[in-house]
């Protein structure tokens, strides 16, 4: 191995995938890999069954980075091209590897199989390169090592793909990488804006080469994550906690945990830990915020139930909302959603509650009450309070966002930052 590596590029190969048919979830779990192991990921880019783009992109990114991840197009089928074109691109032959053909006899066999000569072509690998055991499937991934680039070319099935990352190229990469490096995660508080963070962090604290500090929206909240690269570990961890006193500074009071986790696990946790009760009502979320509450282990202990009330004779007869309430001020009002916190604390005998009553569209919507209008509700300990919400995107969208606008909401006051 004649150099290290600090960046790469991946290329997703197939039409499935170009032409969405076939969901691109390797390129984002390859990504947050690539990412652990301290190696950027410059780009990816998706292409066709197409020797021509496919041999170009290998070109572009031969030009720009040390390390190349390939996947798909290495099964049996004709238009399973990818290992001709880099071979092609790189100017070198295909050569038949006889332990990968044996083993590929072997797999038909105990299936009882034929193993016709499309199966075969698995067997050849661009010369000078090492196939990567597949535990899952008859196609071997490929190692390269050629002018002090590396290629890595995988198979496009997740159930094949993502061990032989996690098995064999995470830990291969991980000898590879040129930098040792140090993270750090930031969870602000609800409420902080990306491009007022962004305009701080540009202002204040200098980024380059060794230093990266990224924003990006989580679950409800803004999040830092910043990582420093330097040729040791202790370097990389002087680096960190020297931009860390800067970065608690900088966001001084708006710092919830320096940890990357969503805010409804926070809230989880701490009702657990606080042994507060909850329970919800529902209309526009249709049950996704009991639901979010049963995805965390333990939550029984404090989370006693809910209620969707999608219609106002629900919210009327289980809730035990006011007509008057709807007839004065409609379903979709902080007055409505207040009643029916209330009304869900009551049922449920619960320390806190949360509702949601909106327009979640993609009709049904006005000047004065537009789609994506979401009034939250909220009782706690005898209080009863709202946030009005007008949320963008599609009826899922909608929806999403207003679950995770209820556990901004409740995150307040269990953690304290709400003053009633």
Not at 303 to 319: C, E, H, P, Q
């Amino acid at each position: 191995m004649t150099s290290k590596i600090k960046n790469c590029v991946i290329i997703a190969v197939g039409d499935e995938v170009l032409y969405g048919d076939t969901v691109n979830t390797n390129g984002a779990y390859i990504a947050r890999a690539m990412d652990d192991i301290g190696i950027r990921t410059l780009y990816q880019l998706t292409v066709a069954d197409n020797s021509e783009v496919i041999i170009r992109a290998v070109k572009e990114a031969l030009s720009r980075s040390e390390l190349i991840l390939l996947c798909g197009g290495l099964g049996p089928t004709a238009d399973d091209i990818t290992k001709q074109s880099l071979s092609e691109a790189l100017g070198l032959k295909m050569v038949l590897d006889e332990p990968t053909m044996e083993r590929n006899r072997r797999f038909f066999e105990s299936y009882k199989l034929t193993m016709t000569p499309n199966n075969e072509k698995q067997a050849y690998l661009p010369e000078g390169s090492v196939p990567i055991p597949n535990a899952n499937g008859t196609a071997p991934g490929v190692f390269l090592e050629k002018g002090g680039k590396y290629f890595m070319l995988l198979p496009g099935p997740p159930a094949e793909n993502t061990p032989m990352l996690t098995e064999y190229i995470i830990p291969k990469l991980r000898e590879l990488s040129e930098a040792d490096y140090a993270e750090k995660y930031y969870m602000l508080y609800p409420g902080q804006g990306e491009s007022a963070a962004e305009a701080l962090i540009r202002d204040n604290i200098e980024t380059g080469e060794d230093y990266t500090l990224n924003t990006y929206v989580g679950e409800g909240s803004l999040r830092l994550k910043a990582t420093a690269y330097a040729k040791s570990a202790e370097e990389a961890q002087r680096l960190i906690e020297k931009k860390d006193k800067q970065i608690k500074s900088l966001f001084a009071g708006r710092i919830i945990a320096q940890e990357n986790r969503e805010i409804s696990d926070m809230v989880c946790e701490a009702l657990i830990r606080e042994n507060i009760t909850v329970s919800c009502a529902e209309s526009c979320t249709g049950g996704l915020i009991a639901a979010k509450f049963t995805d965390f282990p333990g939550i029984s202990a404090v989370f006693m139930g809910g209620a969707v009330t999608y219609s106002n004779r629900a919210k009327m007869d289980i809730l035990g909302v006011n007509p008057k309430t709807i007839e004065e001020f409609t379903e979709v009002s902080e007055q409505t959603a207040m009643e029916m916190a209330s009304g869900a604390a009551r049922i449920y005998k619960t320390d806190a509650a949360l509702s949601t009553t909106g327009i979640a569209g993609p009709t049904g919507g006005s000047a004065e009450k537009p789609v994506g209008l979401v009034y939250t509700g909220i009782y706690y300990k005898g209080k009863t309070s709202f946030i009005r919400s007008v949320y963008r995107g599609n009826r899922q969208k909608v929806r999403q966002r207003a679950v995770a606008g209820a556990f901004e909401l409740l995150f307040g006051y269990v953690l304290g930052r709400s003053s009633e």
